[in-house]
């Protein structure tokens, strides 16, 4: 019987491939806006993602994210020094300012200024260049994405910058995650950092502590709080505190949901409405077999095996189609290190099984009320 129903359904091969289109478009159009979703989500955490260092972050109160951060004293990197458990603390400033190239192009950039004696708050990997090269005076190095944007074509090492009526060097390119506005990024040392980006009395934007062995950041994060007054969150927490100001604070949740919806619903208008097409074109096929003894439930399968044949393939093709559409996008060094995350197929995949229930339950009303008698009507 499941045979017949997979014939019947490859019979009509017009209602076949629509199937097929409605379950593909809509897992292609579920899967990717979700990966869009979460990927730029987590452009929010960026500014932890690329510093290889650091279990806890200490921030003012204030403080919510690596971006949205208002600066201490410098008297609180000897208050957090003075916790039991934290065996290393070193300051960072992060702070904006606009830079002129060469060219005389005026750009806005990130300023991040690390530990001068142990380059803490780098990240990991350098495509060019060597992290010590810091040391060298007016020295800085830029992001890969930045290097990109601000010098498309050309190698922007030795390129001399203008920030702020100081000269800069670049004397290397970070790999690094790009933040969700994709600005450029340029890492210095913390003391070169004061004189790039003048400002006010209190500079220091973290102090990123390292905790001594048998401590867990967590514990030394409330410590920390417990101690000094200041806000200490784990480097998970405040990555996650990233994460949470973007879903707060902007219109990306509401707008990527629109979209899901719209595929889902999309989905279930093509699906429905094929499968409701194929059923009644062979009702006169499912009477005669009803006429010949076959039951409800064996019809049930037979449905059900339609609708899985089409689920299935649907699916695969709209996998395929994701990873094809994402692979355009990560071409563009604005959408470098997407990726898929593997809760995100699983919620396509629950998506199309509610689809093809549904609409199978609504074509399949029709052929259990058909009295077998109606095909010889």
């Not at 730029?40 to 932890?48: C, D, I, K």
């Not at 004696?117 to 992001?143: E, Y």
């Amino acid at each position: 019987m499941l045979w017949i129903a997979i014939r019947m359904l490859t019979g009509d091969r017009q209602k076949f491939f629509g199937l097929l289109f409605g379950i593909a478009f809509s897992t292609l159009l579920i899967t990717q806006q979700l990966t869009l979703f979460v990927n730029l989500l987590e452009r929010g955490a960026s500014g932890v993602f690329n510093n290889a260092n650091g279990e806890v972050y200490v921030m003012d109160p204030v403080s919510r994210t690596a971006d949205v951060v208002y600066p201490m004293p410098s008297t609180a990197l000897d208050r957090v020094r003075s916790v039991k458990g934290v065996e290393w603390a070193v300051p960072q400033i992060r702070a904006n300012a606009a830079v002129r190239t060469r060219q005389g192009d005026l750009e806005q950039v990130a300023i991040i200024g690390v530990d001068d004696a142990t380059l803490i708050g780098l990240p990991k990997r350098l495509v060019k260049g060597d992290k010590n090269d810091l040391r060298i005076p007016d020295s800085v190095i830029i992001d890969d994405v930045g290097a990109i944007r601000m010098f498309p074509g050309s190698d922007p090492v030795g390129e001399r910058l203008e920030l702020n009526d100081q000269r800069a060097v670049i004397h290397g390119i970070a790999d690094a995650v790009p933040g969700f506005t994709s600005t450029a990024v340029l890492y210095t040392t913390y003391s070169r950092a004061l004189t790039f980006v003048p400002g006010t009395r209190n500079r220091m934007s973290f102090v990123i502590v390292g905790a001594e062995a048998g401590v867990t950041p967590e514990a030394l994060a409330q410590r920390i709080h417990q101690q000094t007054g200041l806000r200490a969150r784990t480097r998970d927490e405040f990555a996650q505190d990233g994460v949470d100001f973007i879903l707060e604070n902007s219109g990306i949740p509401f707008n990527f949901g629109v979209t899901v919806a719209l595929g889902f619903i999309v989905g279930v208008a093509i699906v429905g409405l094929t499968f409701s097409l194929f059923i009644r074109d062979n009702i006169r096929q499912f009477g005669a077999l009803k006429a010949i003894g076959v039951t409800n439930g064996k019809i049930i399968r037979m449905v059900a095996a339609q609708a899985g044949m089409v689920g299935s393939i649907g699916y695969c093709l709209g996998l395929v189609g994701t990873v094809v559409s994402l692979s355009l996008f990560t071409r563009n060094p604005f959408f470098k290190g997407f990726y898929v995350p593997w809760q995100v197929p699983l919620i396509s995949l629950m998506a199309v099984i509610i689809i093809l229930a549904f609409t199978g339950w609504v074509a399949l009303r029709n052929v259990l009320r058909t009295e077998p008698a109606a095909v010889f009507r």
